[in-house]
């Protein structure tokens, strides 16, 4: 075994001898030793219940024969970082997350590892954890929020609330209304209800193959939870046996399958971040124009929230991710000869599926677009792309040409949108927010949901060299590249300006001559760095664009 490095012969009785100081008997080391990765924490909703979680999963690795130790990961609420400071925060944490896990489980020599998490940078720094480790590993995480209800029926969840806040501002609800989504929009454990960045990463953890069924869409707060969470205790153990690494689940046609579903589901933008990422980690190349050429093939199935009213736990009774799966095979759209965590392979596990809520999920025959959820455009404005959840803009803002309004923060941006200083028809540029102007790239659900909120998003485009929360809806273009920090033409953009947006044809232009575009150019100076100590600061100088996953040198 693995852990056999840190406890046998007498070279290691040191090592042993500290394993007793933690109670660990003699019966308990002769097992192999798994690593149950936690991010339980007392911050995020979604991670409040991974104490239970993680205690299911250690109670069937003992089931299964083995010993399971728990260490942290860390992880941050990015709707409580949301709309200040602390959101430059949040995906930075995605490549300490994965750094982490991997100093703790090569100096314990681990020889399986659990990974629980649940939130935004949590689960795709845990899957690029995995992918550099190689070593056998499956995923459960804290399962999704159930959705809120309203006093007159109506569902809701925390979209609704950030675009309450909005009209608020546009005054047409007032601060009873704010305080009824407030008190209604979150009302359960869970990462929050609807295809946000948290359960469109744990959904594409199943089409990965590194979990078992449900991992994406058993709500946290039902004991099928625990359930699932003793089921991948006792499976590590046979990843163990069998010695199944995630290289040999993660592979190139993997990310073809994860990618394709992405499209189907409607999954957030941060998925554009987070699978090149995981990716790079597994040996395997993306390209952004991958994603088009899957997405002109791959119907769109599901409109969860934020693109429709229905939520995770509607997926779930409809069949969940594997029911999603079943419809793509059916026109070979995946490849379903791969193997998974449960040691079967893909075609194996679908066998007896069963879409049980045309709604929810589609069938193929008859879906809700013939393109995917997810859309990258290019142009002289993003030459090296940039990212737009289609699946969730207006129709009549599909293709778009307005002057620009340009602010070179998102808190200039929602000072002028909350002023009444944004009119229908304009293109909101937000820039210095990307990977290294940020640096830390930001979301933007707050400007966002302050256009939708105040009856702007059938009628105003925003983009951004920073990124947005899956739970953003409307014409909101994310990921511009090159950033504008690194001399990208968004940083160029001038007060009414036009910008053309052509989403079906996946292009995206500032309609300005070459020759005045040269000679802003020659003017433009970069501005000094936002933050010039501490982490954030080290980040902005290893981090990579965006449309390379945001990785780190």
Not at 298 to 318: F, I, Q, S, V, W
Request: proline share 5%; glycine share 10%; charged share 20%.
């Amino acid at each position: 075994m693995r852990s056999d490095n840190v406890k046998k012969g007498v070279e290691r009785a040191p090592n042993r001898s500290l394993f007793y100081a933690l109670g660990y008997t003699k019966e308990e080391l002769d097992r192999p030793l798994i690593g149950i990765v936690s991010s339980y924490n007392e911050i995020v909703p979604g991670h409040m219940n991974l104490d239970k979680i993680t205690e299911a999963v250690k109670a069937g690795v003992r089931a299964a024969g083995g010993t399971p130790i728990m260490f942290p990961a860390i992880a941050v609420c990015d709707g409580i970082a949301m709309g200040h400071v602390g959101m430059k925060y949040s995906l930075v944490t995605r490549d300490l997350i994965a750094d982490s896990t991997e100093a703790m489980a090569v100096a314990h020599q681990f020889d399986g590892l659990v990974m629980v998490p649940n939130c935004d940078k949590n689960v795709p720094g845990l899957l690029m954890a995995a992918a550099r480790l190689n070593i056998p590993t499956i995923f459960c995480s804290g399962g999704p929020m159930l959705a809120g209800k309203m006093s007159d029926g109506r569902r809701t969840c925390l979209s609704h609330m950030f675009e309450a806040v909005g009209a608020y501002h546009a005054g047409t609800l007032d601060e009873a209304g704010v305080e009824e989504y407030e008190n209604n929009a979150c009302p359960s454990c869970g990462s929050c209800s609807g295809m946000y960045t948290a359960n469109s990463m744990n959904c594409l953890t199943e089409v990965l193959g590194m979990s078992l069924r449900g991992n994406g869409t058993i709500p946290g707060a039902l004991s099928a939870r625990l359930r699932l969470a003793k089921h991948t205790g006792m499976q590590i153990m046979k990843l163990v046996e069998e010695n199944i690494c995630p290289r040999d689940i993660m592979t190139e046609a993997a990310f073809s399958n994860a990618l394709a579903m992405d499209m189907a589901l409607g999954c957030s933008t941060n998925s554009m971040l987070h699978l090149p990422a995981i990716a790079h980690e597994a040996g395997v190349a993306i390209n952004l124009d991958i994603a088009n050429a899957i997405s002109a093939r791959t119907p769109n199935l599901c409109h969860l929230a934020p693109a429709g009213d229905t939520y995770m736990e509607d997926l779930e009774a409809a069949g969940g991710v594997w029911a999603v799966m079943k419809e793509l095979a059916k026109r070979d759209l995946i490849d379903t000869s791969l193997l998974t965590a449960t040691g079967k392979t893909v075609a194996e596990n679908l066998q007896d599926v069963v879409n049980l809520d045309p709604e929810t999920i589609r069938p193929i025959e008859n879906p809700y677009s013939p393109y995917g959820g997810i859309a990258v455009l290019r142009g002289n404005l993003a030459q090296d792309g940039c990212v737009v959840k289609q699946s969730a803009v207006a129709p009549e803002m599909m293709q778009h040409q307005g002057p620009a309004k340009v602010f070179d923060s998102e808190e200039e941006a929602i000072e002028c949108i909350y002023g009444g200083k944004i009119v229908a028809g304009d293109v909101v540029v937000i820039r210095y927010e990307g990977p290294k102007g940020g640096p830390g790239m930001r979301e933007m659900l707050n400007p966002t949901s302050a256009i939708c909120g105040m009856g702007l998003g059938e009628s105003v485009a925003l983009i951004t060299d920073g990124r947005f929360s899956g739970a953003t809806r409307g014409a909101a273009i994310g990921h511009v590249c090159p950033e504008a920090a690194m001399g990208g033409l968004i940083g160029l953009v001038q007060d009414g300006d036009m910008i053309s947006i052509d989403i079906p044809a996946c292009k995206i232009d500032l309609l300005v001559s070459e020759e005045e575009i040269e000679r802003r150019r020659a003017a433009w100076v970069c501005p000094e760095p936002k933050v010039k100590t501490g982490y954030l600061a080290r980040y902005a100088k290893m981090v990579r664009p965006a449309s390379e996953g945001a990785v780190l040198d």
